[in-house]
């Protein structure tokens, strides 16, 4: 495809999903950054009218992101105090766009880099989101010797590396890591009933028929936004073909009549019938309420509910709340990752480098993080900066196989996420397995 008409197809594609809706996430947005805005973002940082009109910025720096939430806006804001402190002669802008659930952001972004007036640097998932949206188009500059330089070859998991590369060369640097394949439960529940955290389907099934029976809901799900099914059924089908075949399954090597494939979706159809008659009505927080109020048990969500339950909610993890990996996959971490790249064109390359070394440092990501409630990218962070749920997180994100979140737009393009996040949705509410296979292959047929 010629580069006009495939700018012109993702800039259409990006406005279509603006224009949509404010509160869907998914395709836009990773559930973190996506949840957390809808529960804070009521208000945008100074330098957005600027953004939105794609004007370039005064300032020596701009960062370009959609964290306006509690948490993740004091983390970025703290990592810009802390460069600002290093780096006193560098006029900093913080250029977040807020709403949508950094849809608007998308929209900006892909306006600004088409009209070639790039931020000097924003946040962009790792993975296909990068790769297919910037890499692809000749958008990003290589930071192989960057990396060289400030010695952040073995300070990540090389699986990560993997994420942010395209051809051997890198193009961002991981800031942080959130988990998608983890169930947070109400304690107080599980304790009434008797009960212990599944390790299997089959474990789960059981213990979601005695909750059935005592009137709890078993699984507390918020489907208003298209992206948290998605997310149960990639974490189903982790677990049902493991990372080597789950990344096939993206790749093209696996078919979606595999008979592990259909397996998963019958999982999947099963897991449905446990969840909350209201779920469409509802956001992801909406749905971690009723596990907060025990008129759920539990809920499959990534570790930006952690937060949620923690700050929001003031819940004890480990007294009022406690987490599990999602059954079938322990050994295996659905990652996603927020990075920062050297979008090419800037004319401050020098300073856009000297802010991308603090976020690959061990100072910026535990400065970042813990406000976040994200775990670092890096290996070698200071564990004593995290909680008892951060430091279990940081042990399984070291040892575990990483697997790339389709629902947090890692695995797959975003045109291509677009089409299963509707096929998702559309089997919640009819149950027809055969349809939803058939509509996730021919999405696949028609990149």
Not at 71 to 98: C, M, R, S, W, Y
Not at 412 to 437: C, M, P
């Amino acid at each position: 495809m010629k580069k006009g008409m495939w700018w012109m197809g993702l800039l259409g594609l990006i406005l279509i999903i603006a224009a949509c809706g404010s509160g869907s996430s998914g395709t836009e947005e990773s559930g973190g950054e996506a949840g957390e805005q809808q529960s804070g973002e009521t208000k945008e940082s100074s330098g957005n009218e600027e953004a939105a009109a794609g004007n370039s910025s005064e300032a020596d720096l701009e960062i370009f992101s959609w964290w306006t939430g509690a948490g993740e806006e004091a983390g970025l804001n703290a990592l810009i105090d802390l460069f600002q402190e290093k780096h006193p002669d560098i006029t900093v802008e913080n250029a977040a766009v807020a709403g949508g659930a950094g849809t608007n952001a998308k929209a900006v972004l892909a306006t600004r880099m088409q009209g070639n007036d790039p931020p000097s640097t924003f946040q962009v998932h790792a993975g296909a989101e990068l790769n297919e949206s910037w890499v692809a188009a000749d958008k990003m500059e290589p930071l192989n010797d960057f990396y060289e330089e400030e010695g952040l070859m073995d300070k990540f998991p090389q699986e990560l590396i993997d994420m942010v590369s395209q051809n051997r060369n890198i193009y961002s640097v991981p800031v942080n890591i959130h988990r998608g394949n983890v169930i947070f439960y109400n304690m107080s529940v599980f304790e009434e009933h008797g009960l212990e955290p599944p390790k299997t389907f089959e474990e789960f099934m059981e213990v979601a028929d005695e909750l059935q029976a005592a009137g709890v809901t078993p699984l507390a799900l918020g489907d208003k936004e298209t992206w948290p099914a998605t997310q149960i059924f990639e974490n189903i089908l982790l677990g049902t073909l493991g990372p080597e075949d789950y990344q096939a399954l993206w790749d093209g090597d696996i078919a979606f009549d595999d008979e592990r494939v259909v397996e998963a979706a019958e999982t999947f159809k099963q897991m449905l019938g446990y969840v909350n008659e209201d779920h469409a009505s509802r956001n992801w927080q909406d749905s971690a309420q009723l596990v907060s109020e025990g008129k759920a048990a539990m809920i499959n969500m990534g570790d930006w509910a952690k937060g949620y339950f923690s700050n929001d909610l003031e819940m004890e993890v480990n007294e009022d709340f406690g987490y599990f990996t999602f059954p079938e996959t322990e050994g295996n971490f659905m990652v996603i990752s927020d990075t920062f790249g050297l979008p090419s064109g800037v004319e401050n390359e020098d300073q856009v480098k000297e802010f991308l070394a603090l976020l690959g440092s061990v100072e910026g990501q535990d400065t970042f993080n813990p406000l976040k409630g994200s775990i670092p990218a890096r290996v070698d962070a200071d564990e004593s900066n995290y909680d008892e749920y951060g430091t279990d997180t940081i042990e399984d994100f070291r040892e575990a196989s990483l697997a790339p979140s389709l629902a947090h737009g890692s695995a797959a393009s975003e045109g291509y996420l677009t089409k299963a996040n509707q096929a998702v949705n559309i089997f919640v509410t009819q149950g027809d397995t055969n349809r939803l296979l058939q509509s996730l292959e021919n999405a696949r047929s028609a990149q």
